[in-house]
């Protein structure tokens, strides 16, 4: 089955600065790639997700790149802002409509 | 749009009571819910996937006589956990899915179920 690997597992930044969290995934059959932020005591949140056909996709200071060779993908977050610390998970699937699984989440921190 | 509701927020019951949880999708109709159980400091586990009027498909090693699920209309999914004991004391988060502009999975806020 489906492995998603996430680094780092804690992460901080510099408010104003670039984050960047990194996954990895082992089933070369998944296309569908979300991106969650988890605040304390809330449920995940999608922020953005991109699909296999496309290789990056941004919204304002949010930026996913997909590279299914390497079958990895990346998120990056520019312009930090303290409103951005929160947990991040990556996920894959096979679509939009399978089960989704998860990485183990990153902490971020953004320092003011 | 695509708001995922789930009620309660957080409960506290005695060991040996069963406990109700409920997820509504508020401005869909969710063809498929998914319930996932979160560990402190931990990633998301799916437990299991229900659509609507069919029996749930339970992963490897959830014990469906324990967590009993129903998704008996597009709107409505439940979770119960049966004789509940301290280890089944986690964050119970809800998702669901629908179709056209919401065919993703949106989440519901959790609840927090402490069983003493």
């Known amino acids: 089955g489906e492995n998603v690997e996430q680094h780092p597992s804690t992460l901080s930044v510099q408010e104003g600065d670039s984050a960047v969290i990194k996954c990895t995934y082992s089933?070369?059959?998944?296309?569908?790639f979300p991106w969650y932020k988890q605040e304390l005591g809330k449920g995940p949140q999608l922020i953005i997700d991109i699909r296999s056909n496309v290789g990056e996709k941004k919204d304002q200071r949010i930026a996913v790149t997909l590279n299914k060779t390497a079958k990895h993908f990346s998120l990056h977050i520019t312009e930090t802002q303290p409103e951005d610390s929160a947990v991040y998970f990556c996920a894959a699937s096979i679509s939009s409509a399978s089960k989704i699984i998860f990485g183990s989440g990153t902490r971020l921190s953004i320092r003011p | 749009g695509a708001v995922v509701s789930q009620h309660p927020s957080w409960v506290i019951c005695k060991s040996g009571t069963s406990v109700k949880i409920e997820c509504r999708s508020l401005d869909f109709q969710a063809t498929t819910m998914f319930w996932y159980r979160q560990f402190p400091k931990q990633s998301l586990m799916l437990m299991a996937t229900?659509?609507?009027?069919?029996?749930?498909?339970?992963e490897q090693g959830v014990e469906k006589d324990k967590f009993l699920i129903n998704h008996a209309s597009l709107t409505l999914s439940t979770l119960t956990v049966t004789s509940a004991h301290p280890e089944d004391s986690s964050f119970y988060i809800c998702?669901?899915?629908?179709?056209?502009?919401?065919?993703?999975?949106?989440f519901g806020p959790g609840t927090r179920l402490t069983v003493l």
């Open positions: 089933d070369s059959a998944s296309n569908y």
């Open positions: 998702s669901a899915r629908g179709t056209g502009s919401t065919d993703t999975q949106y």
């Open positions: 229900s659509n609507e009027g069919s029996k749930a498909t339970y």
